[in-house]
């Protein structure tokens, strides 16, 4: 119980803070960079909806690019559609946001979130494998790209590994469980996870220069 109670306690706490304050100062040295200053004359002025229009249509692959980045396309979207439901659709970490922000949401039933873990387990394992097996990847990839993979699918393993038990207590997975939690949260602002929120910001930041300069996007 004392792995659990520190698990629960201080591990989760810590990394909440960390998660809060390290985007709020990754976003802030966003924000305060100072702008280069640009002599053109503006050729469009899109403002805010050229920002918007670049958020969404860097969503979606270019018709040049469909055939040979569709595989890795729909393992993206799955991963990122497993997590977002294994995060928010289960009902025991619906209770943990209500506990947090007070807010509460209908859920899934235990088996669905179940069968979606491990799809997404899977998902996440076949990324991996396309990483170290194409010659592009690989060459570019760094350890922030492997430690955010192990960190991002640390949870969803061992959320997977909690009703199977494989002879362990209860409590130790639910601890190792939290704990994976807790630095996957410590480490999502100041790695490449972060694009989770700075993607808006670069391509939104994309779409003003592309539109200033009149650039098609």
Request: hydrophobic share 55%; charged share 15%.
């Amino acid at each position: 119980m004392e792995l659990l109670d520190f698990a629960r306690g201080p591990a989760l706490q810590f990394g909440l803070y960390a998660f809060v304050i390290g985007t709020v100062w990754r976003i802030l040295g966003i924000l305060l960079l100072a702008a280069k200053p640009d002599h053109s004359a503006a050729r469009k002025a899109g403002g805010f909806m050229a920002a918007l229009k670049v958020i969404y249509t860097r969503s979606f692959t270019a018709d040049a690019f469909k055939q040979d980045t569709l595989y890795p396309k729909i393992l993206g979207y799955l991963l990122h559609i497993g997590l977002f439901v294994t995060v928010f659709l289960f009902v025991p970490h619906i209770l943990f946001f209500k506990g947090l922000i007070g807010l509460e949401w209908p859920g899934l039933p235990n088996n669905i979130i179940f069968f979606v873990g491990v799809i997404t387990a899977g998902v996440g394992v076949a990324l991996l494998v396309r990483r170290l097996t194409n010659p592009v990847l690989k060459l570019i990839s760094n350890f922030d790209d492997y430690f955010s993979w192990l960190v991002t699918m640390a949870p969803i393993i061992t959320g997977i590994i909690i009703p199977i038990r494989f002879g362990v207590r209860y409590e130790t997975l639910l601890a190792v469980h939290i704990l994976s939690v807790a630095l996957l949260l410590t480490w999502l602002p100041f790695g490449k996870l972060a694009h989770a929120f700075l993607v808006f910001f670069s391509r939104g930041t994309t779409g003003l220069v592309l539109e200033r300069r009149g650039a098609k996007t």
